[in-house]
């Protein structure tokens, strides 16, 4: 496979670069994650207005702009590298991706345009809390879900329940009764999580079942990971700008071998780990067979280099690197957090074996 971004392409991510840095400078990170609601409508109204990204992968006949995760992966790897603090991945990847691939067709026409429009905001319900969310007789669901990326934001909720020993997909509007939601205190502010519980909570059944889900998560996953690479890039070219003007002994510390060897190594890793998040891209807007697969490969080696990636940035800023007035410590947390979500390393590692063994 020989994959390389069109003009086009190369030109939408300048657009987007370019939108993300003036409208999510560091400074605006750090006061939209004190925030409850975490993010900025101006800025959001501009995502959907100016930029039009909310209707990125939504279909034409939907409202939206139809394209395909090449393009939702420059978005989302602008998103990273600018640490954007807004409902994107929640609403327009997991949400819209869930509407899409499992939603009825009275479901896809009531809230895909509203996505795409920027009115509405979805979240995905997926890891059960201490009580697993099941389906009573009449239809209704009991139980709670944790880490729900923006869940106390959303106006709609796909829960991912269990009918008769199977999973299956239920819509759930914000305002149900029997809902009831709460903020989680975790490591990176700036990707709000919430834990949700219901008590006999109204909710329409989607006509996707387990199948659909596994689609969805790989679609998040290949997302996530270029997220997770253009924050990895943010980190690099601030390690290595910060080597050529740090004075040690008189020379720039750049300029010793052990950091040259250093940053050479890191930036062979952020390319390998970014080549894998492109062709997972690419593989899935192509509908490959391994596409699947090519999910995995992609979040696992992204979650160790950005990891990596993080751990070593603060270490080549020496000193400075380790206190709350630097910003290395914002890409860090994401990249914590960017880790475990949707499976880490080690889970995705194993699925990928699994699924070319299967091919």
Same mark, same amino acid.
């Given at each position: 496979?020989?994959?390389?971004?069109?003009?086009? &392409?190369?030109?939408?991510?300048?657009?987007?670069?370019?939108?993300?840095?003036?409208?999510?400078?560091?400074?605006?990170?750090?006061?939209?994650?004190?925030?409850?609601?975490?993010?900025?409508?101006?800025?959001?109204?501009?995502?959907?207005?100016?930029?039009?990204?909310?209707?990125?992968?939504?279909?034409?006949?939907? +409202?939206? &702009?139809?394209?395909?995760?090449?393009?939702?992966?420059?978005?989302?790897?602008?998103?990273?590298? %600018?640490?954007?603090?807004?409902?994107?991945?929640?609403?327009?990847?997991?949400?819209?991706?869930?509407?899409?691939?499992?939603?009825?067709?009275?479901?896809? &026409?009531?809230?895909?345009?509203?996505? /795409?429009?920027?009115?509405?905001?979805?979240? #995905?319900?997926?890891?059960?809390?201490?009580?697993?969310?099941?389906?009573?007789?009449?239809?209704?669901?009991? +139980?709670?879900?944790?880490?729900?990326?923006?869940?106390?934001?959303?106006?709609?909720?796909?829960?991912?329940?269990?009918?008769? +020993?199977?999973?299956?997909?239920?819509?759930?509007?914000?305002?149900?009764?029997?809902?009831?939601?709460?903020?989680?205190?975790?490591?990176?502010?700036?990707?709000?999580? %919430? %834990?949700?519980?219901?008590?006999?909570?109204?909710?329409?059944?989607? /006509?996707?079942?387990?199948?659909? #889900?596994?689609?969805?998560?790989?679609?998040?996953?290949?997302?996530?990971?270029?997220?997770?690479?253009?924050?990895?890039?943010?980190?690099?070219?601030?390690?290595?700008?910060?080597?050529?003007?740090?004075?040690?002994?008189?020379?720039?510390?750049?300029?010793? &071998?052990?950091?040259?060897?250093?940053?050479?190594?890191?930036?062979?890793?952020?390319?390998?780990?970014?080549?894998?998040? =492109?062709?997972?891209?690419?593989?899935?807007?192509?509908?490959?067979?391994? %596409?699947?697969?090519?999910?995995?490969? /992609?979040?696992?080696?992204?979650?160790?280099? =950005?990891?990596?990636?993080?751990?070593?940035?603060?270490?080549?800023? +020496?000193?400075?690197?380790?206190?709350?007035?630097?910003?290395?410590?914002?890409?860090?947390?994401? /990249?914590?957090?960017?880790?475990?979500?949707?499976?880490?390393?080690?889970?995705?590692?194993?699925?990928?074996?699994?699924?070319?063994?299967?091919?």
């Amino acid at each position: 496979m020989q994959f390389a971004f069109t003009d086009e &392409q190369l030109q939408f991510r300048d657009i987007a670069a370019k939108f993300m840095a003036d409208k999510s400078p560091s400074v605006e990170v750090r006061r939209l994650m004190e925030t409850e609601r975490g993010f900025d409508d101006a800025v959001w109204n501009s995502l959907s207005n100016e930029l039009g990204v909310t209707a990125l992968i939504i279909p034409e006949v939907y +409202g939206g &702009q139809g394209f395909g995760f090449v393009e939702l992966g420059i978005v989302m790897e602008e998103a990273g590298r %600018a640490l954007l603090c807004a409902p994107y991945f929640s609403t327009c990847v997991m949400g819209a991706g869930a509407i899409i691939n499992a939603g009825t067709e009275a479901q896809k &026409q009531a809230l895909l345009p509203e996505i /795409a429009a920027g009115t509405r905001f979805v979240s #995905l319900a997926l890891t059960d809390g201490a009580a697993p969310v099941r389906v009573w007789a009449d239809g209704t669901l009991a +139980g709670e879900k944790t880490l729900v990326v923006d869940g106390c934001l959303a106006d709609t909720i796909v829960v991912a329940a269990e009918q008769d +020993g199977a999973t299956r997909l239920f819509v759930v509007d914000a305002a149900a009764s029997g809902l009831e939601r709460r903020h989680l205190a975790t490591i990176d502010p700036t990707r709000k999580l %919430a %834990a949700l519980s219901f008590d006999a909570t109204p909710a329409e059944p989607m /006509a996707g079942d387990a199948g659909a #889900l596994s689609d969805v998560l790989d679609g998040a996953a290949v997302a996530l990971a270029n997220e997770m690479m253009g924050g990895a890039q943010r980190l690099l070219d601030s390690a290595v700008e910060y080597s050529q003007i740090r004075m040690q002994f008189g020379r720039a510390i750049g300029s010793f &071998q052990a950091i040259k060897h250093k940053c050479a190594d890191l930036l062979l890793d952020v390319e390998l780990a970014k080549s894998a998040a =492109y062709q997972a891209a690419w593989a899935r807007s192509e509908d490959e067979p391994d %596409a699947p697969a090519l999910a995995s490969l /992609a979040k696992a080696a992204a979650s160790d280099t =950005y990891m990596q990636m993080a751990a070593a940035c603060v270490q080549l800023h +020496g000193g400075i690197g380790f206190t709350w007035d630097h910003d290395a410590h914002l890409w860090y947390k994401r /990249a914590k957090s960017s880790e475990v979500l949707l499976g880490d390393a080690n889970h995705h590692r194993e699925l990928m074996l699994q699924r070319w063994s299967e091919t």
